[in-house]
């Protein structure tokens, strides 16, 4: 045997209901290396890893092998037995709880529990984030540290129990690029221990950056098994959605145009200074940097969320002081928040509620009162011009995926009729299939004559889709950049510089 | 027509009924007086008061919260008439007294209410911490006021309103079947009602849509107030007096009433027909046992059990739909 296997999958199949999640899937993992996973929402991964860690049982006639072990019969602890660690997006730590007490939380209630060893436990503590290079406060509780930290503290609690085969499940989707840099750097470490990591991300370029290998998985079905040296974001995208997405940059000049929204020297202490940018009629303006740059701030003080202390705000040449969301959206202000899960949408309510939340008093009739008929022509509407796929308009807007969720979101705001459209972050949680379909809803909403700010931390996104990028670092703008003179490595430079 | 038929009616809707049905037939069979005109006329009686207070409960829970001040808001609103009434009077008062004392009745009510949701909107306290501090206030100031007393002598009149029958249907029902009407068109078919649903699911969701959630919580309590002053009032002409103490008891029942009547206690979902017939259940249940000669507390002990059997079949219910769903 040239190689040891940390994981050997064969033959995985998994069926719920009547519908099959996993088709006969082949996965391998070697010892020490970083494998991804790679595939849509929805395409098998998260089943695979239930399957592996013992929460799913597969199908008959799957074989199991984990470290040369048949894993037949296989429990969550059984798993952790054999070194097999999943760090879920969620990280399932507990806030309350200190540093220390959250790595050592296996071991206080695990196959044998035992009291509690504060001294030793800290010993131990200590000498797995020095293995991992990182120094925390093994004292503060964890809902003191940023998400970042928490990220390496369920890294760090995996390791505690000696773990040998690491699921990582999207450990960097509320990363900023530096956060994001370091635990790329744990996860090396780890893989030069000799541990074996499979990572689960939507970023690509991440992907390309950190895996050895990645394994495509599309609807259930295995694509392949492909060596990251010479594979392309867009080579990847197309595996993984079956479909090609090259991305272009789609900037074109629109100097010409009209400014709908400037701001002039706009500032909020502590969250952004001097702010002067404009925004033209049917131009995509890009504005990037890290997160805590003041781009989610500046949107704020934009739609009245927050009152700036000096500077103004012109919408058509007009000048705007919005005292509260409404103000803005009377104003002819939309804003799609970066948070879709819990400001966004109301997630248990109906897609139609949802879709119609913010045009309530165009669909009363004289004595006051919500006419049905007009509500439902609405939300028709809006539901066929963005191909939204939904059951029924009364099925709660948390079954629909992100992609659709978004759509259903970018309906409800231009359902407001809206001259400028603030897009924060819009494809968070998005699979790159459904990013493209939410991009050409965005350039034809340009194309038909809306201004709208882009927000975004992923470069590449304002490089394909704006038409302009503005770059801002510790709540100052401090370039501009012509996506049509300059390159994704180029800008990547300059904004994690 | 079909479509918007159900889904006035709801999923809950059906069940209830068939549930009612039930619960009437086997009292019919273990009692000939429970048919009689005399019964179902004292259950159209009595129903009304705790319908009044259900409704006063139902708008605070949909938001996700609570409005514990029902009962005693509704007493101080009865106090308020009864303080304008021995002004003019006593039992000498005219229509116009009472009509007055009425009217400052609705404002107590209405004032009350919108004071804790002006607390609860703009200090953001929790609606729990509000109404029951609120709760005690009311019941200490009405103590003072009244020496923890009973006061009566109300106008003759008075009595039609307690216990008169328009059209062979009893006043109070009437009253309350209006009311039952106005809050469903409230919450189905206007921009507030609309605003009390989003709330109670994701208040911040509702705030960045550009609902109006400061003033939408404060209206909630405010017509909460307003309607527990009916109840009040309604509670006045039946007794033919007013005292602090007066449907204590029915404060739980009224919650109970809501979640019988498919209300999410984490608020967001709820209508009000399936709620109504919640309150019929619980009306024939309690006077269906106390015909059949069954001691008060065991009523009460079996409306507890009933609770918990429907908790526990909404609960398999819940679980059955999404189980056949996954399957499709």
């Not at chain 1, 296989?74 to 220390?100: E, Y």
């Not at chain 1, 196959?111 to 925390?136: E, F, S, Y």
């Not at chain 1, 867009?234 to 959605?241: I, N």
């Not at chain 1, 005292?323 to 970066?338: C, K, P």
Request: with cysteine; glycine share 10%; net charge neutral.
């Amino acid at each position: 045997m040239t190689e040891k296997l940390a994981l050997k999958l064969t033959a995985v199949s998994k069926t719920f209901g009547g519908v099959r999640a996993l088709k006969g899937v082949d996965f391998a993992v070697r010892a020490g290396e970083v494998h991804c996973l790679a595939g849509e929402n929805g395409c098998g991964k998260s089943t695979l890893i239930k399957i592996v860690t013992g929460v799913y049982t597969p199908d008959p006639g799957a074989r199991v092998e984990i470290f040369g072990q048949s894993g037949d019969g296989m429990t969550p602890a059984a798993g952790r037995a054999l070194g097999v660690a999943v760090i879920w997006q969620d990280l399932a730590l507990f806030p309350h709880m200190s540093v220390a007490e959250n790595m050592a939380f296996d071991d206080m209630v695990g196959a044998r529990p035992r009291l509690v060893q504060r001294r030793k436990d800290k010993i131990r503590a200590r000498a797995v984030l020095n293995r991992l290079g990182v120094t925390l406060d093994l004292d503060a509780p964890l809902n003191t540290l940023p998400i970042a930290k928490r990220q390496i503290v369920a890294i760090a609690r995996a390791l505690m129990g000696e773990a040998r085969l690491v699921f990582m499940d999207e450990p960097t989707a509320s990363l900023t690029q530096s956060e994001t840099d370091a635990l790329l750097d744990v996860v090396r470490t780890l893989s030069a221990e000799g541990v074996a990591v499979v990572f689960v991300s939507h970023r690509l370029a991440e992907v390309l950056d950190i895996a050895e290998r990645v394994t495509v998985v599309r609807d259930g079905t295995l694509v392949g098994v492909y060596p990251t040296d010479g594979m392309t974001q867009a080579r990847l995208g197309e595996l993984m959605t079956g479909t090609s997405h090259q991305q272009q940059v789609t900037a074109q000049d629109k100097s010409a145009a009209p400014p709908v929204l400037e701001t002039r020297n706009l500032t909020r202490h502590g969250e952004f200074t001097d702010i002067s940018l404009t925004v033209r009629k049917g131009e995509v303006v890009g504005l990037t940097g890290l997160i805590g740059a003041g781009r989610t701030e500046l949107a704020h003080a934009m739609i009245g969320m927050t009152q700036p202390d000096g500077g103004e705000i012109l919408l058509d040449s007009a000048s705007l002081r919005p005292r509260s969301i409404r103000d803005a959206i009377r104003a002819g202000i939309a804003y799609v928040s970066e948070d879709r899960l819990s400001l966004g949408l109301i997630q248990p309510q109906s897609i139609a509620d949802n879709t119609v939340m913010s045009v309530l008093d165009r669909l009363l009739n004289a004595a006051g009162l919500i006419k049905a008929p007009s509500k439902q022509h609405l939300v028709d509407h809006w539901i066929k011009e963005f191909a939204v796929k939904i059951g029924t308009p009364d099925d709660p807007v948390s079954t629909l995926s992100g992609g659709n969720q978004q759509r259903v979101v970018l309906a409800k705001w231009l359902a407001t009729e809206p001259r400028l459209l603030i897009l924060d972050s819009p494809t968070v949680g998005v699979d790159v299939g459904a990013r493209a379909g939410i991009f050409r809803i965005v350039r034809d909403l340009a194309d038909q004559g809306l201004a709208i700010l882009l927000i975004s931390d992923e470069v590449t996104e304002v490089m394909h889709n704006a038409d302009r990028i503005l770059h801002i670092a510790d709540g100052r703008i401090i370039g501009e950049h012509d996506p049509r003179h300059t390159d994704v490595p180029a800008l990547e430079a300059r904004i994690y510089a | 027509m079909l479509e918007r038929l159900k889904s006035a009616l709801g999923p809950e809707t059906p069940p209830l009924a068939g549930f009612l049905v039930v619960v009437i037939v086997a009292f019919a069979a273990l009692t000939p007086t429970f048919l009689t005109q005399a019964n179902l006329s004292s259950m159209a009686f009595q129903m009304p008061v705790l319908g009044l207070l259900t409704l006063a409960m139902l708008v605070p829970i949909l938001s996700g919260g609570l409005n514990l001040a029902i009962i005693y808001t509704a007493n101080i609103s009865g106090l308020a008439l009864a303080w304008t009434l021995i002004q003019f009077g006593g039992p000498e008062a005219g229509m116009g007294a009472f009509i007055l004392g009425s009217g400052f009745a609705l404002l107590v009510g209405a004032a009350s209410g919108a004071l804790m949701g002006l607390v609860i909107a703009y200090i953001g306290a929790h609606p729990i911490l509000v109404s029951l501090a609120m709760m005690i206030f009311l019941r200490g100031l009405g103590e003072f006021l009244t020496r923890g007393g009973d006061i009566s002598g109300f106008p003759p009149f008075m009595n039609t309103l307690g216990h008169g029958l328009i059209l062979g249907i009893p006043v109070p029902m009437i009253l309350f079947l209006l009311a039952a009407l106005a809050w469903h068109t409230m919450l189905k078919r206007t921009p507030h009602g609309f605003s009390v649903y989003m709330i109670g699911s994701n208040i911040r969701a509702a705030e960045y849509s550009g609902l109006h959630t400061k003033r939408t919580l404060t209206l909630i309590y405010t017509i909460s107030g307003l309607i527990c002053a009916v109840a009040g009032i309604v509670m006045a002409a039946r007794f033919n007096s007013v005292r602090v103490g007066h449907g204590e008891a029915l404060l739980l029942v009224t919650v109970l009433a809501c979640f019988l009547g498919g209300v999410d206690p984490f608020g967001g979902f709820g209508r009000v027909l399936p709620v109504v017939l919640a309150l019929m259940i619980l009306q024939a249940l309690s006077s269906g046992l106390n015909l059949i000669g069954a001691n008060q507390h065991l009523s009460t002990a079996v409306w507890g059990l009933f609770l918990i059997a429907v908790m526990a079949l909404r609960f398999l219910g819940t679980r059955w739909r999404t189980r056949r769903k996954r399957s499709t």
